[in-house]
């Protein structure tokens, strides 16, 4: 943790802080490089290949993006987000990548510490979040290039690390390490408090009394606990924006069926590591079974795959659902997830093995897990089917933990009366500032904004930005 964050944990001053951001994944990172003063130029000799956005972006010439009305430049702009100021920073970043094309951004950034606000920056992990828990030898699902976090390419950095890219697409290890390497790279250290716990977000309007008795804004208090070797040293800071940035990895996703809770089911990739680097799992054990039909599930065959360890994958859906996103990849840009959907549609329980060591069983139902390592299951006929297993990975995908706020956060979500979804039900923002439509001073990100991607997370960092700086200026002094 660095010095600047220990101040800001240990102080027991009245005055709140400007933000604090919850989370130090790629939307935190962003963020915090935006509040700490770099600010977006466009290029005085740049021509974006977009004629109408280029138009936009000469009507206002020296004015930097923070201070344009990002609704207007984002206005037309189509592509691979619903959110429209996440395509306007994209295409300012990486003007053409949709067509195959490498144009360099049209931005330039200039550091103005003058414009910079003053934020802390929580996470469990080290800066990066969640890519610190991801077996480091996976590749990436979007290109490297898409990776990246503002003026520092992820190509240009591998080439100084004397890394390479692997079919235009980097491993979780090396993102990690370039999240890590840019906070240090861009001075944003301390504005980072590592191992930092949540635990409640609460907030109410200033004391009448208080010196903030003509602004009307609400307060927040962020309290927790930092977790360190001597133990847990609580903390509890107020800050006047609070931006919720905690991704979606925190809390897998269950079947809820009998006997989840047995000690060989787990809802992570890592315990297949841990059991296989220490010789628990062979090619000689029972098949380890394998649930669902996303990309976790798919790394998870991969892994045990490479390892010769035998693998029973079962799931749900038919395997040409359109809906799979195993149909929605090129195959050319992601061979080895093509490879895999390959073995689940040509290999049942009941068939001879074209891939040895791998049997699928698509559109079947898991019943039950039983103490003595057995599965039990229904397939589509309704016929019981039980398989001795030696470790069973449940990977149906993750909800975000948003324990830490009132009603775990179910009343920011656009369906109040729906389980709260990253991908289905996100928190409701405004698409222009991404501050909470329901509680002023609360702002959400990411995945929790419905931005799955860390090409276009960034855009929501933007917003968020934008949004900060203005209040700053309209604050009375």
């Not at 003007?95 to 414009?115: A, C, I, R, Y």
């Not at 039980?386 to 179910?410: N, T």
């Not at 002023?440 to 929501?460: H, I």
Request: hydrophobic share 40%; charged share 20%.
């Amino acid at each position: 943790m660095s010095s600047s964050g220990k101040d800001h944990l240990g102080a027991s001053s009245s005055e709140p802080l400007p933000v604090i951001i919850v989370g130090n994944g790629p939307s935190g990172i962003c963020l915090s490089y935006l509040l700490s003063g770099y600010t977006p130029y466009v290029k005085p000799d740049a021509v974006h290949p977009h004629p109408l956005l280029q138009r936009k972006l000469t009507e206002a010439p020296g004015v930097s993006i923070l201070d344009q009305d990002l609704d207007y430049l984002s206005e037309g702009l189509e592509g691979r987000s619903q959110s429209p100021v996440a395509l306007l920073f994209d295409a300012l970043l990486r003007p053409d990548t949709d067509f195959g094309g490498n144009m360099k951004s049209v931005l330039t950034w200039k550091h103005q510490k003058e414009h910079a606000i003053p934020h802390v920056v929580l996470g469990r992990n080290l800066p990066g979040g969640a890519w610190h828990s991801i077996e480091g030898s996976m590749v990436t699902l979007s290109q490297g290039q898409w990776m990246g976090l503002p003026d520092l390419e992820v190509k240009d950095w591998m080439q100084k690390k004397r890394r390479g890219l692997r079919n235009s697409r980097a491993t979780a290890g090396d993102i990690a390490h370039y999240y890590r390497d840019y906070v240090v790279k861009k001075g944003l250290g301390h504005n980072f408090v590592s191992g930092a716990v949540v635990t409640a977000v609460e907030w109410g309007t200033p004391n009448p009394n208080s010196c903030r008795a003509q602004d009307s804004s609400p307060l927040f208090q962020v309290s927790g606990f930092l977790s360190r070797d001597q133990g847990r040293q609580p903390f509890s800071l107020w800050a006047r924006n609070v931006v919720l940035a905690t991704g979606t990895f925190d809390s897998p996703a269950r079947l809820g069926i009998p006997g989840e809770a047995l000690p060989f089911i787990h809802h992570e990739l890592s315990a297949l590591e841990a059991a296989t680097r220490v010789g628990a799992l062979t090619p000689a054990s029972d098949p380890v079974l394998i649930i669902g039909a996303g990309l976790s599930a798919a790394d998870a065959v991969l892994y045990a795959r490479h390892y010769n360890i035998p693998v029973i994958h079962a799931f749900r859906r038919a395997v040409d659902d359109p809906g799979l996103v195993f149909n929605q990849l090129p195959k050319m840009l992601y061979p080895e997830y093509h490879k895999v959907h390959q073995m689940m549609r040509e290999q049942s329980i009941l068939s001879p093995s074209p891939y040895e060591g791998y049997r699928s069983l698509p559109g079947h139902r898991l019943l039950c897990f039983k103490e003595d390592c057995q599965a039990v299951f229904q397939d589509l006929k309704g016929v019981e089917k039980v398989f001795e297993v030696s470790l069973v990975l449940v990977l149906i995908g993750s909800h975000p933990d948003l324990s830490f706020l009132p009603g775990a956060g179910a009343d920011f979500a656009v369906d109040p009366d729906q389980p709260l979804s990253t991908k289905r039900n996100p928190i409701d923002v405004d698409p222009f500032t991404y501050q909470s439509t329901r509680q002023e001073g609360l702002y959400a990100m990411g995945p929790l904004a419905g931005d799955n991607f860390v090409r276009f997370v960034q855009g929501g960092a933007l917003a968020v930005a934008s949004s900060l700086l203005r209040k700053e200026t309209r604050k009375p002094p």
